[in-house]
């Protein structure tokens, strides 16, 4: 079945710094792909998202880009700020699906230090 | 902006006990979902929802489970028979269209604490 994988966290950063976070995929189908963050107390927001192949998602500085080749969307922020401190997930939902469900990674808590 | 609202925020509840967990969708929306996040693990799909029949259902969504549109606003999970696992963050969702790769928007989640 579909999957996400993700790298482990915390991912501790001072401010400013340049942020990665992997995650890649296994999908029978044609997935979508998504990042969502979670801020402390909150539910889950979407942060962008790719529907196919070469797209880039990109939103407040962030940005993935969906590699079919190395079955890959790595987050990425040249610049972090201490309000970006949250949980961040991957996520797939494969097109082929007619329940649209989302699979998620498990998460990667990030924490961004003045 | 809309947003998808879900209530309450924490539910306590006694293990064999029922529990209705409530959300309303973002009002345009046709697709309905409900995922849980036990503690410190993945976000997992449960079920969703279309024209008022289940779309789709994970192995978790066993008879316990079920889900309502009572009426043309809520949302239901229901769970007939709590057990101590099924203490988790409830998420509920909706999107506008299917077909993976429609936007799904969630709500903040209710909390569910079995004893």
């Known amino acids: 079945g579909d999957s996400v994988t993700q790298m482990e966290g915390p991912v501790t950063l001072s401010e400013e710094a340049f942020l990665t976070i992997n995650c890649t995929y296994t999908?029978?189908?044609?997935?979508?792909l998504f990042w969502y963050v979670q801020y402390p107390g909150e539910g889950l927001q979407l942060l962008l998202k790719?529907?196919?192949?070469?797209d880039k998602g990109s939103n407040k500085g962030f940005e993935a880009t969906y590699r079919k080749e190395t079955t890959s969307f790595h987050l990425e922020k040249g610049s972090v700020q201490v309000s970006d401190s949250a949980v961040y997930f991957c996520?797939?939902?494969?097109?082929?699906?007619?329940?649209?469900?989302?699979?998620f990674g498990g998460g990667t808590r990030l924490m961004v230090k003045p | 902006e809309p947003e998808v609202t879900q209530t309450p925020s924490h539910q306590v509840t006694q293990m064999g006990q029922e529990v209705i967990l409530r959300c309303v969708p973002i009002?345009?929306?046709?697709?309905f979902y409900w995922y849980r996040q036990i503690l410190g693990q993945k976000v997992e799909f449960l079920v969703s929802?279309?024209?008022?029949?289940?779309?789709?259902k994970s192995e978790i969504f066993d008879d316990q489970f079920s889900v309502e549109r009572p009426d043309g606003s809520n949302f239901t999970l229901k769970i007939r028979s709590t057990k101590l696992e099924d203490s988790a963050m409830y998420f509920c969702?909706?999107?506008?269209?299917?077909?993976?790769?429609?936007?799904?928007?969630f709500g903040p989640g209710t909390r569910l604490t079995v004893l």
């Open positions: 969702a909706s999107s506008r269209t299917s077909g993976g790769v429609d936007t799904q928007y």
């Open positions: 999908a029978t189908g044609y997935p979508s």
């Open positions: 790719a529907t196919k192949a070469d």
């Open positions: 996520a797939l939902s494969d097109k082929a699906n007619a329940g649209n469900m989302l699979t």
């Open positions: 009002s345009n929306h046709l697709y």
């Open positions: 929802f279309y024209n008022n029949e289940i779309s789709e």
